[in-house]
């Protein structure tokens, strides 16, 4: 173990690594049943953490029992723990299209979840990014994706939004697949994902309640999320007899800086008849619109209200607060850890395709319209 095991740029926490290095050594028998771990301070040192990060590492590693504290004496390694004889790894695969995928704002807490979970049933997790190009190996007319990772995995975890086609991959070499966040090809497939589509219901509701009848929506090249979400928008204006027209959908995109661009190039041909509410396809989308209405010199909320989706950690802090949909991105890592899991140890399990409520955080960013 050394400083340069732990990757401070990576989303996992550095009380995980710490923690996934120490499970290592002792599943690889460096320390065995009823041996002392080297003291905390030597073990911050060799990490390059504070004493803090560690125990809470070590703490992590008590409730799994596979270290006990003695008063005194220091952390040793329980009895009966066994070492490990074959890898035990698990692969999430997610789609690269600008920068790391585990550094987005959204992602990174997905991962988490998936990390905890791997860690406390004791499988290890190796992420691997994929641009589309790199999914095929060849140019025929049904091409054959590479799968992800280079690395022997027990099953994978596909995130967002990689092809059907690579699921369909993992399956023909019997490997278990669980899709994150992205709706199942077919009923063989489990997933998990957000309600995308009650979601953007709820809070287009929101804004019919406070009063608003002219309502923009900025989403994203047609896919199964945006679609899902602007079918809520769509459902929401249309139980409330609010007329939506055509040239109110901007195209832009999931990132802060195409919706930006987008909504600017919006408010230059309609400047003269604006809509009182702009609902984005999530909470990036929605910065960017909070950024390109300052630009014009538009209040939010006071000449337009603004609303995401997701409740990342931007949207608290925007300026002002963003009202968004909560997505339990923990949970949905967590939940999909654990179903991948059931069907590697149980083949047999009946595949569950599970929806996850988000819940309506209504901040700043909203309010009745004053036109």
């Not at 990576?10 to 120490?22: D, E, I, R, T």
């Not at 301070?41 to 809470?56: A, E, N, P, Y």
Request: a positive charge.
């Amino acid at each position: 173990m050394s400083k340069s095991s732990l990757d401070p740029s990576q989303s996992v926490p550095l009380y995980l690594q710490c923690a996934n290095a120490l499970r290592k050594a002792i599943r690889g028998g460096k320390y065995r049943p009823g041996d002392f771990l080297p003291p905390e301070r030597d073990l911050s040192r060799q990490f390059g953490v504070t004493r803090i990060t560690l125990r809470k590492a070590l703490a992590g590693l008590a409730a799994e029992g596979l270290v006990e504290n003695v008063p005194g004496a220091g952390n040793r390694v329980a009895a009966g723990q066994p070492r490990e004889t074959s890898s035990r790894i698990i692969t999430c695969a997610m789609l690269r299209q600008a920068g790391l995928p585990m550094l987005s704002p959204y992602y990174a807490e997905l991962f988490e979840g998936i990390q905890d979970e791997a860690a406390a049933r004791r499988y290890d997790v190796v992420f691997a990014a994929a641009s589309l190009d790199s999914l095929w190996l060849n140019n025929r007319p049904r091409p054959s994706p590479r799968i992800p990772g280079g690395i022997r995995t027990l099953g994978a975890l596909l995130v967002g939004g990689l092809t059907d086609e690579l699921a369909l991959a993992y399956r023909k070499k019997g490997l278990p697949v669980v899709l994150v966040d992205k709706p199942s090809p077919g009923p063989e497939f489990p997933s998990i994902i957000p309600d995308n589509a009650q979601g953007a219901y709820l809070v287009t509701r929101h804004l019919l309640e406070l009063g608003h009848r002219r309502l923009a929506f900025l989403g994203a090249p047609p896919d199964p999320v945006s679609q899902a979400r602007f079918s809520g928008f769509r459902k929401a204006l249309d139980e409330a007899g609010v007329a939506f027209d055509a040239k109110d959908h901007i195209d832009a995109g999931y990132t802060s800086d195409l919706a930006s661009s987008a909504l600017k190039r919006y408010l230059a041909r309609h400047a003269r008849t604006l809509p009182t509410a702009i609902v984005a396809i999530n909470d990036e989308a929605a910065i960017g619109a909070l950024q390109a209405l300052r630009a014009a010199r538009l209040r939010v909320p006071d000449d337009v209200s603004v609303t995401g989706f997701d409740d990342i950690p931007w949207a608290l802090h925007s300026v002002p607060p963003l009202t968004t949909m909560k997505v339990p991105r923990r949970e949905m890592g967590r939940v999909a850890a654990q179903t991948l899991i059931a069907q590697i140890e149980s083949p047999h399990t009946t595949p569950i395709r599970l929806v996850l409520q988000t819940d309506l955080i209504v901040r700043a960013s909203t309010a009745a319209p004053k036109r």
